[in-house]
């Protein structure tokens, strides 16, 4: 089955501490993208890449990294410099200016 | 101000009403897609649209690009629509990301 996966579902972090969500899809997509979601706003931009080894800053990239070392892969890291980073994080695919396909998304509490 | 605004924020209705979820966006777009977000925070897409209709099952999504504006019909609505329905556009020139609504909450009550 093809498709989008995020893992964990649930993450929890110490304050201070670097935390890297992880996404991949096996639906030979080029460009991947990931999204924030906060209680009463609508989701928001990170990154995102629309080719291996490229990557774009979205609206909300302070306090985020992003690599894109392999197709499938684009992998979140949540730094310690993002001053609220507990919420709802979701990562999408799609071929170029076509329909995305969303993952599940890793609800991340910073404690 | 968002760039996209939606209608209303939430709507609670009756098995087989017909439901109208209203989407405007204020710049040019490339795109206009419409997403079905469930309790567990998954999002489905349901539709995207660069002008006039697309019907897929009882769903309609409509665009009018000179008025800015989509709609979302849900015809003899069911209790399983009960969902958070969110409108999304590609900004022309814009981030290859979606500008996303804050979405309309939406119940269907048996």
């Known amino acids: 089955d093809g498709g989008i996966t995020q893992s964990p579902k649930y993450l929890f972090r110490k304050e201070g501490q670097n935390v890297t969500l992880s996404c991949e899809q096996n639906?030979?997509?080029?460009?991947m993208y990931w999204y924030r979601q906060d209680p009463g706003q609508g989701l928001r931009l990170i990154y995102y890449s629309q080719i291996v080894n490229d990557f774009q800053k979205g609206d909300i990239a302070e306090g985020y990294s992003v690599s894109r070392e392999k197709k499938e892969s684009f992998p979140l890291t949540v730094t310690s410099a993002q001053k609220n980073p507990t919420a709802f994080y979701l990562c999408a695919s799609s071929i170029f200016w076509t329909e995305q396909f969303f993952g599940p998304g890793t609800r991340l509490t910073v404690l | 101000k968002n760039e996209v605004e939606q209608s209303p924020q939430n709507l609670t209705a009756q098995e087989g009403e017909f439901i109208t979820i209203n989407c405007s966006y204020s710049v040019g777009i490339s795109a206009l897609h419409w997403l079905q977000q469930h309790p567990g925070g998954g999002i489905v897409s349901l539709f995207m649209?660069?002008?006039g209709k697309k019907k897929h099952g009882r769903l309609i999504a409509t665009i009018n690009i000179q008025e800015k504006h989509s709609s979302l019909h849900i015809t003899a609505s069911h209790p399983r629509d009960s969902a958070v329905y969110i409108c999304a556009a590609r900004i022309r020139g814009g981030a290859d990301g979606l500008t996303f609504g804050k979405g309309t909450h939406l119940i269907i009550q048996p």
């Open positions: 639906l030979n997509h080029d460009a």
């Open positions: 649209l660069s002008s």
